[in-house]
Structure formats: structure tokens, C-alpha cells
């Protein structure tokens, strides 16, 4: 059987590919830093599904826990065929605050240990001749709502430059990029989203089905629903001016 690897996989997006996955007979491998989430996630997996599930408690803010994870990742005992770096949380934090540990925590899961792991994904990968890496990014990464954009547009550039590197090799790499997806994420990360019309979002299983098609295709942008695609063409060719606008009242709009 495959193995995929996700990090995050007991809540939102991370479970949608969990379940997707482990449906179509993907051995999983899931790391999250709630221990008692990743166990009661992989008994549920292991009794439907009849798979393997290994978990490994994983702070990604920590990069000894980071490196562990890439020694697993890039290990040859049961490979990993698909890597998931899903793992992240909603930052709106002003930019003028003084405390920054936030922003810097937000970083080190969104960026670095997506940077880490990757790079041990794709080495590996490339060693065996076959192998996919799918990073989470967001159609915020179109437009400016703060560190977050910053992010996200890292993570989407990120990935379009390893996919370059891996071109050829039989490594697909892609950057999902979904707009506002019915989970957790926006209520844990304190985003006031009630004055939002239904049609902006995505069921979360929809998004995943969509995202591993896409993957399969070989894309190395997705951008599940035709509208959200619409959505982030549109950030992407407006005039920054306007993008900034967009940006701007968005941000109002969360403050209320």
C-alpha cells in the first residue's frame, strides 16, 4: 500500500485528505502536536479503513521536532509516497505589534518546516523516481491581509521553484490554494467570518477530493471551485492598487 504523510491530519483540511486518502487504501502517516487527537484520529482510521496509522506528536514550531519528522519523511522503511505539509493556523496580528512570537511561530510551521520537509520529501523521492509533495498555501497569498498573505505567497512560490527543481524527475509538486473552507480554522484563529455570504465557501472533503485529482493531473497550482479560481485569477490581475483596496477592506470587514 502508499504511505502518505500528513501534518495536521486530525482536524479540517488535514482529516479531508485523511479520509480521502485512507479510503482509496493509503497507509497514513499523521503528526500533530495533540497527541490524544493523532491516537483517537488513528484508532477511527485503522477500524473503517482496516489501514496502518503511525502517528508522531510533532511541535513544528520546534526544529529538533521538525528534523525527526524529515528523517521519517526521507526514511527508506516504508517510504513515503505522498507527502501533505498542511499543518497552520490563522495570523492577523497587526504588523506593528511589538510582540512578535506569534509571527514568528506562524513562520516557523508555515514556512521552515514546510521548507524542511519538502527538501527531505524531494530528496528521497527523486532517489526512488516517483513520489508526490502537495503544500497548503491559500488564495490569500493573491492579496495583501498581512503576515499571512506574506506567507502563503511564500509557500506558493516556494513550491513552484521545487517544482522546477524536481521537473523530470517523476516528483509532482503542487500548492493547493483554497479560499474559505467550512472547518475550525477560522474560529480557533479569532477570524470573524459570520458576515461572510454562503457561497464563498468549500466543504473540506469536496476540497480535498479536488486537490488529490488536481495532483494526479499534475498541476502545480490548484485552485478547487471554479468560483475561488475566478477568485484568485482576478487577485492576480488587478492592478496591485486595487488588490491593496480589496485588502484593505477585507481586513475592516474581520474587525467588526
Known amino acids: 500500500m502508499p504511505t502518505a504523510l500528513i501534518t495536521g491530519g486530525t482536524v479540517g483540511i488535514g482529516h479531508a485528505f485523511a479520509s ?5 487504501g493509503y497507509d497514513l502517516v499523521l503528526a500533530s502536536r495533540d497527541e490524544a487527537g493523532l491516537n483517537a484520529t488513528a484508532a477511527d482510521f485503522r477500524t ?9 506528536p510533532t511541535d513544528l514550531a520546534l ?14 522503511v516504508k517510504p513515503i509516497d505522498l507527502l501533505i505539509n498542511n499543518a497552520g493556523f490563522a495570523v492577523h496580528d497587526s504588523l506593528l505589534d511589538p510582540d ?6 506562524a513562520m516557523d510551521v508555515m514556512c521552515m518546516a514546510v521548507l524542511i520537509l519538502s ?9 526512488r523516481g516517483q513520489g508526490a509533495i502537495l503544500n497548503v ?12 498573505s506574506a506567507i502563503k505567497a511564500w509557500v506558493t512560490v516556494y513550491t513552484e521553484g521545487l517544482a522546477n527543481e524536481l521537473h523530470g524527475t517523476g516528483v509532482k509538486v503542487m500548492a493547493l490554494m483554497p479560499g474559505w473552507v467550512k472547518t475550525e480554522f477560522h474560529t480557533r484563529g479569532g477570524v470573524k467570518a459570520h458576515n461572510l455570504p454562503g457561497f464563498v465557501w468549500v466543504n473540506a472533503d469536496d476540497l480535498a477530493k479536488q486537490a488529490l485529482h488536481d495532483l494526479d ?4 497550482w490548484s485552485v478547487p471551485t471554479k468560483r475561488w479560481a475566478f477568485a484568485v485569477w482576478v487577485g492576480r490581475h488587478l492592478p496591485r492598487r486595487a488588490t491593496r483596496w480589496i485588502s484593505r477592506t477585507l ?3 474581520r474587525e467588526k
Open 20 to 24: 480521502a486518502l485512507a479510503a482509496k
Open 48 to 56: 473503517i479503513h482496516g489501514i496502518q496509522v503511525e502517528v508522531i
Open 63 to 76: 526544529r529538533d521536532d521538525v528534523l525527526r519528522l524529515a528523517d521519517r519523511v526521507e526514511s527508506t
Open 100 to 105: 512578535f512570537s506569534r509571527q514568528q511561530r
Open 119 to 127: 527538501g527531505a520529501a524531494g530528496r528521497a523521492m527523486k532517489a
Open 137 to 148: 498555501a491559500s488564495s490569500s497569498a493573491v492579496i495583501s491581509t498581512g503576515n499571512y
Open 217 to 220: 493531473e499534475g498541476k502545480v
Open 251 to 253: 481586513t475592516k470587514s
